[in-house]
């Protein structure tokens, strides 16, 4: 990605990297209820500890160049920069639309911990993934899952980060719009659907995420390679190939987040089409 990085960082970025908030590192994730939290992986996000072996969808990574991952000081300054640009970047995407529609977008915050954090949602830790909580309009993330995406989901790259911080973006405006409301009323009415609807929720997500992206392509800040990344890291974090990392087997009646494909295609109609009005999900007959 083509970025030019301002002197100063977003001020909806919180960096609470190194604070402890009484919860210990590590630990086992656990799933956020269905319309409290909406995460790139949820639950699945265990087999990143547990027994993701590194598989590099792309190859040569396409050309563009990769984000500093976390580790050093350096790195890990370099790759807040980058955040703070991404955050900035994606929600003034939104408020123009939200603007142009006669609605007020309020900006989401992003807060880094490291190791664990207390939520408006409730307690996370860094197995937990990346994810929203509508509570307190708060995406949180921790960086060491830059390196776990590129390590053991294999997909490397700047965009492939981007991509997860704009999915989650996409929670928010769903939050806004009320969807994420009536997602968790109909589940909580007819808990039969509530998988469904789940993954329908994260597919729109994803498109809007791919929105985002298509906007980037307009205005030239996409770079030769950066759609494969993004692309690269929708199909990893698929519910099918999670699974089949994880067990040797695919049960789909367990799925929340969609297939590898479903997730590339939502984020494919969003990219190509760059009108969340195509990312109506839940009146879809067929994801």
């Not at 396409?62 to 580790?71: D, E, F, L």
């Not at 390196?147 to 492939?160: C, N």
């Not at 968790?184 to 597919?203: F, K, M, T, V, Y």
Request: glycine letters at 14%.
């Amino acid at each position: 990605m083509k970025i030019s990085l301002p002197g100063r960082r977003s001020g909806d970025l919180i960096d609470n990297r190194g604070a402890s908030s009484g919860l210990g590192g590590g630990g086992m994730p656990f799933p956020l209820p269905l319309g409290v939290g909406g995460g790139l992986g949820g639950l699945v996000i265990l087999v990143l500890v547990l027994v993701l072996n590194g598989t590099n969808l792309l190859g040569g990574g396409g050309g563009s160049t990769t984000a500093p991952v976390a580790g050093t000081n350096a790195s890990q300054d370099d790759t807040v920069n980058f955040v703070s640009f991404v955050l900035d970047d994606v929600q003034s995407s939104w408020a123009e639309r939200f603007q142009r529609a006669g609605q007020n977008y309020r900006p989401a915050k992003l807060e880094l911990f490291t190791n664990s954090t207390q939520s408006g949602c409730g307690a996370a830790s860094a197995s937990t993934g990346p994810f929203y909580c509508p509570a307190d309009h708060i995406v949180y993330l921790d960086l060491a899952f830059f390196q776990e995406l590129q390590q053991r989901f294999g997909a490397p790259g700047d965009f492939a980060q981007a991509y997860v911080i704009a999915h989650e973006l996409g929670h928010h405006v769903q939050s806004l719009l009320g969807v994420s409301d009536r997602v968790q009323q109909q589940s909580q009415a007819d808990p039969s659907r509530a998988n469904d609807l789940s993954i329908r929720l994260e597919l729109q997500a994803d498109c809007y995420a791919g929105v985002w992206g298509h906007s980037t392509d307009q205005r030239g800040i996409l770079e030769a390679g950066d759609l494969n990344e993004g692309l690269a890291a929708a199909a990893s974090v698929g519910d099918d190939r999670i699974q089949k990392q994880a067990t040797g087997r695919i049960d789909r009646e367990t799925w929340t987040h969609g297939s590898s494909d479903q997730r590339v295609r939502w984020f494919n109609r969003g990219f190509d089409t760059g009108d969340p009005a195509n990312c109506d999900t839940f009146g879809a007959s067929s994801l």
